[in-house]
């Protein structure tokens, strides 16, 4: 998905969320954006591993 934008589209995209949240604000936008990839992730092996443990029970 990522594979088809270029260092001109990244710069863009970095001068258009600069210009949106302004240079102070972007380290903490940067930080909670962050801590929700990592949510987002731990949700993600939660549901992956949901199946195996439901599966033994269901063997019982």
């Known amino acids: 998905m990522l594979g088809n934008i270029g ?3 990244l710069i863009i995209i970095f001068l258009v969320v600069l210009l949106l949240f302004g240079a102070k ?3 903490e936008v940067g930080k909670a954006l962050g801590k929700a990839i ?3 992730k ?3 092996q939660g549901v992956k591993e949901e199946p195996k443990e439901s599966d033994e029970k269901e063997d019982k």
Do not use: H
């Open 38 to 40: 990592r949510e987002f």
């Open 42 to 44: 731990k949700g993600l």
């Open 7 to 9: 260092w001109s589209e």
């Open 25 to 27: 604000r972007l380290p």
